[in-house]
């Protein structure tokens, strides 16, 4: 559905400029308290703790090196590219520019093509992911320290060889997974020590200049101590491409399915790159909802920066395209994903794309990535304050309490890690937002809303008129007559 391009003044160059959100950024360390129910840090950040529920985190270990040893060379090529952040010469790019796979085969590289010119300076001021006032709105940093958990990559002995060319500061011996030595131990993807059978991925330099001009060197960082000593829990690459990816999908609601799960796919390379875990990614997914809702949700914000940025946007690409955005979409070739080579994950699919409706089928899957639910499964839709605003785009014609009905209709069941429905925060864990941008919407003639689809473009039927029921009228009887007198005449 598409949304009429009334905007405000266009402030978003100006880096003086305040907004409301600036100085209300969301709590990420309170909304991923779940996260307190498996693993209790020693409170140094020396990634160091105690384990609280060793089914689930060892289900974490488990996922995450199957992803790691069963991605395909050319998905440990794109994660290369998924962990890229620019540089002070603007010779690289970053995850703002690698989501652009989901615009498809016509889309992306005019969007590729208007960041590199300068064409689209709203929207680069808006989503870049080193300094974008949405792509960068919030950093992990805090809760990384706080939570503290091991990289999986790291040894879990303490006494394991050092690989070489790491910096001396990531020696085994400083920095390790000792404290979950006693889950891992004779595990079937761990050796004999406990450590996860985690494959690095050897840098490569990026000569495709699809997303640069210039040739870019790619390295996951592994023996870099921002890296390896840095905590797992959540995952601050994820955090951002879903910064980018959730900007991006409001910015472009015609294609947010597909933006949506390109950008849960950044966040799995994460896991293909063996860095992370499944349940950072989730952490980080969360993170990223949270902040564009705050973004979405300040008015000030919403009309200076984001509005003019879509309107920069649509109208650069549907210039280039020479077509509506509609017509251009149906044209092009749909962002598509194969990432395991056809091979089933644990508990789940191939992860495959091919289309709009695998595009929301994947998306869900990485909601869970197939853990169980580990607390109450039956509980009310917990929809978080402001998230409704994720839809203003989408629906511009619903109110904000129908656009909340709709996240609720779309959202998973609870008791999944990391579900904090019922609290004052909650639950953006059970958002599901390729599922509610791709939503059929049928209004009812009291203004409320019924979810029958999802999976298709965005829709909203309007309510049936009733037409009112036929009169009965039954016939007056003819009125009496005076019966005819002869005339006689006298």
Known sequence: MGTALVVGAPLAANAATTYPSDSAKPDLVSLLGGYNGFWTPSGTNDLHGTVKDAATLSLNDQLAVWINNNATPAQQFKALQD?????????????????????????APLY???????????????????????GSYVSTGTAKATFSYPRPYLPTDPTTPAVAGDAAACAPT?????????????????????????????????????????????????????????????????????QAGVTLATLLPELAPEILTRASEAGNDRIVLG????????????????????????AAYRTQVLEPARAELVNYLTAQCGGTLTSCIAKETAYSSN??????????????????????????ERLTYGFPQISATNLAASVP????????????????????????????????????????????????LAAATSATVQLAADGSVQVTATGGQATVLAAAVTAPAPVSVTPAAPAATKPHLPVVSG
Request: glycine share 10%; proline share 4%.
């Open 83 to 107: 962990a890229e952040y620019n540089n002070a010469t603007n010779t690289a790019y970053d995850q703002s520019l690698t989501i652009a796979d989901s615009l498809g085969s016509a889309l």
């Open 112 to 134: 590729v093509k208007g960041t590199e010119t300068g064409a689209l300076p709203l929207t680069t001021a808006l989503i870049n992911s080193s300094n974008g006032t949405s």
């Open 174 to 242: 400083t920095v390790n997974a000792s404290s979950t030595s006693a889950d891992r131990v004779g595990k079937s993807y761990a050796d004999a020590q406990g450590n996860l059978a985690i494959n690095r991925v050897a840098p490569v330099t990026d000569t495709t200049n699809v997303y640069s001009p210039n040739d870019v060197t790619l390295d996951a960082g592994y023996g870099t101590v921002g890296i390896c000593t840095g905590g797992s829990f959540p995952s601050g690459h994820t955090t951002t491409a879903y």
């Open 275 to 298: 860095v992370h875990y499944p349940l950072d990614i989730v952490g980080g997914r969360i993170d990223g909802e949270a902040a564009l809702a705050a973004r979405w949700s300040d």
């Open 339 to 364: 990432p395991y080579g056809g091979a089933a994950m644990p508990g789940g699919t191939a992860q495959i794309v091919t289309n709009r409706a695998s595009a929301v089928s994947v998306y869900k």
């Open 385 to 432: 304050t402001g998230a409704s605003n994720l839809l203003l785009t989408a629906f511009p014609t619903l109110t904000d309490a129908q656009r909340t009905a709709v996240l609720a209709q779309t959202e998973i069941a609870s008791g999944y890690p990391l579900d904090q429905s019922g609290t004052a925060n909650g639950s953006w864990q059970r958002l599901n």
